[in-house]
């Protein structure tokens, strides 16, 4: 092993692809991070020291939030916020697929709406919004449909067909659209061109492309800031107390808190139940992540076998086939 | 070609401006039925903006053109032209099968997902049915084993003789190569060529835009030079290419050759 040594090859010999001579390992000593360790201790200690603070103070009263935390309401609570946050995105994300594809189209009319749209929604806060839904029954006392300056042909009072978890669900769905209007048109334009232009000349149609081709790859962009997206919806529907709906999480731990005059414990309740279902709704955005880097993303094994029984011998019938191409192919040079 | 024969493709005067950029400046051109023909020039030239004309992803400013004597892109009601509805373009492209220099293939679907597609979705093919001739083509091209594979872990000229098949499932009456082996690596640009060849033998009109003077040598059936936006030469390719008349050829020949 080692008599052959540095000379690499000689005139005509070819090198053994595993290298009979193996190359020296390296073993260095690695190197040393005395102060990085240093900081992570110090943040260590008090991380601990504060734990162990917060395990025995008393303000937390961590035995109301032992009682609390698996209370019947509080988890009734936590799904009408999970609905609230589910309905609402998913209205808003339809929403904004319609508003990025008409602010991209080049209808000047479609363009000007879905801006104005924009313009209003992302203008104003989300409370004041909320707030607005709220009195739309003082603002507007019957719904009805119909065509302008005319008897309509349907008329309902807003009051009892709309309710407050409704109505919450619209103000944060219309708010949201807005901003997840903005993350699918960027989505849109991250797509090479050449996609769209590629599907053209197959002959497929504008709204064919847009569907099967340029949507779905643009998925791969919009996904991650809609993850995010939906993690901020969770928590900002602790707003819907301005419409007034009152049955969501943070609502009624704080109703609870009132009653027991003890807003710490629940305050850590309302928080614990944000954090699991935040955690919980970051798996599902890993998967949907990797769903829709097919073909993009780090390589993945193909389809078994393409799901058929056949799939064997019909391979094996096209490499003949491909074979006796091979050979044509030859011919020709 | 008998006067009574409708040319596949016929241009007459045809003008494109970009803004101020005239691009294509009256361009007249017959490509007969089953004629392969390799347009050449430096870039910038626009060959690449006439190809594009042809299958109206551009549309034309001026002149006449058109496929199978139907003119591209309009109508003719009595002396007016109208604009075609995009679902009446669409119609016209789904004919006229387009290779590009950077393949175009969807990132997001598998060979035979990509070739299935437009079958699918605009001529209403059946899956099994269109699976079955995707995998047909596959095999023409020399990519029989490949079906399953992401554009992403074929190499260029895999990915191109894909793009290939998958315009050739369309069962265009036309085929246009926009410098389909440009974007390739040297050694990979023989594998494609020798599918257009055979492609090219099967009978296929065929309109060629790229710089391998050999694949005009050796399978056009006629040769035009543009430079400028204009026609500068056309012919025979071999005869052109071994006897250039004009200036402009001559230059341009002798860098490339």
């Keep these: 092993m080692t008599s052959s040594g540095p000379d690499r090859s000689a005139p005509g010999s070819t090198p053994s692809p595993h290298g009979a001579d193996a190359a020296p390992v390296v073993k260095a000593v690695r190197l040393r991070h005395p102060w990085r360790n240093l900081i992570a201790v110090i943040i260590l200690i008090i991380a601990v020291a504060f734990i162990w603070d917060a395990a025995?103070?008393?303000?937390?009263?961590?035995?109301?939030?032992?009682?609390?935390?698996?209370?019947k309401r509080i988890s009734e609570a936590a799904f009408n916020t999970l609905q609230l946050t589910v309905y609402s995105m998913v209205i808003a994300a339809i929403l904004a697929l319609v508003l990025a594809v008409?602010?991209?189209?080049?209808?000047?009319?479609?363009?000007?709406?879905?801006?104005?749209?924009?313009?209003?929604?992302?203008?104003?806060?989300?409370?004041?919004?909320?707030?607005?839904?709220g009195l739309l029954s003082v603002i507007y006392p019957?719904?009805?449909?119909?065509?302008?300056?005319?008897?309509?042909?349907?008329?309902?009072?807003?009051?009892?067909?709309?309710?407050?978890?409704?109505?919450?669900?619209?103000?944060?769905?219309?708010?949201?659209?807005a901003y997840l209007a903005e993350i699918v048109r960027a989505g849109i334009l991250s797509v090479d061109r050449g996609q769209e232009e590629a599907a053209t000349a197959l002959g497929m149609t504008w709204t064919q492309s847009m569907l099967r081709i340029v949507i779905p790859q643009s998925m791969r962009v919009i996904i991650p800031p809609t993850g995010n997206e939906v993690i901020s919806m969770l928590k900002t529907t602790s707003l819907v107390t301005a419409v007034p709906y009152s049955l969501?999480?943070?609502?009624?731990?704080?109703?609870?808190?009132?009653?027991?005059f003890a807003p710490v414990p629940l305050l850590l309740v309302a928080s614990a139940w944000y954090l699991a279902i935040t955690s919980v709704l970051m798996v599902g955005q890993y998967y949907l992540e990797k769903r829709f880097a097919r073909g993009i993303g780090a390589a993945r094994p193909t389809k078994g076998a393409g799901g058929t029984t056949a799939a064997p011998t019909t391979t094996a019938q096209f490499e003949v086939v491909s074979e006796a191409y091979n050979t044509d192919e030859k011919e020709h040079q | 070609m008998t006067d009574t024969e409708v040319p596949m493709v016929q241009a007459d005067q045809v003008s494109k401006s970009f803004g101020s950029n005239q691009v294509l400046k009256s361009i007249s051109l017959t490509v007969r039925r089953g004629e392969v023909m390799v347009l050449l020039g430096p870039s910038g030239s626009g060959k690449s903006t006439f190809l594009r004309c042809i299958n109206h992803l551009e549309s034309v400013d001026a002149g006449r053109l058109r496929v199978e004597g139907t003119l591209v892109g309009y109508k003719e009601k009595g002396d007016k032209l109208h604009e075609l509805h995009p679902k009446e373009a669409a119609a016209q492209r789904r004919e006229i099968g387009m290779v590009f220099q950077r393949f175009n293939l969807f990132p997001h679907m598998t060979a035979i997902e990509n070739i299935i597609e437009a079958p699918m979705r605009v001529n209403k093919v059946g899956k099994a049915t269109a699976i079955a001739r995707a995998k047909e083509l596959l095999t023409r091209v020399g990519l029989g084993d490949k079906g399953d594979a992401y554009p992403a872990h074929l190499s260029g000229g895999q990915q191109q003789r894909v793009a290939i098949a998958r315009a050739l499932a369309m069962d265009p009456k036309l085929m246009l190569f926009d410098e389909p082996t440009s974007a390739l690596d040297p050694e990979l640009v023989g594998e494609v060529l020798d599918v257009m060849k055979k492609l090219a033998e099967s009978g296929m009109t065929m309109i060629v835009v790229t710089h391998e003077i050999g694949f005009a040598r050796e399978v056009a059936d006629s040769l035009v030079f543009m430079d400028g936006g204009v026609v500068v030469e056309s012919g025979d390719p071999r005869e052109v290419l071994a006897n250039p008349q004009h200036e402009r050829t001559k230059a341009f020949l002798s860098k490339v050759l």
Excluded: C
């Design chain 1, 56 to 71: 025995g103070r008393t303000a937390y009263h961590w035995d109301i939030f032992g009682k609390y935390v698996f209370d």
């Design chain 1, 102 to 133: 008409m602010r991209l189209s080049s209808n000047p009319v479609f363009k000007s709406i879905s801006w104005f749209y924009l313009w209003i929604f992302r203008g104003t806060p989300v409370y004041v919004q909320l707030t607005f839904w």
């Design chain 1, 142 to 177: 019957t719904l009805s449909i119909g065509l302008p300056f005319m008897h309509p042909w349907l008329e309902f009072p807003t009051g009892s067909t709309l309710t407050f978890f409704e109505l919450a669900i619209i103000g944060l769905a219309l708010n949201e659209s």
């Design chain 1, 248 to 260: 969501d999480l943070f609502a009624r731990s704080r109703d609870i808190a009132t009653s027991l």
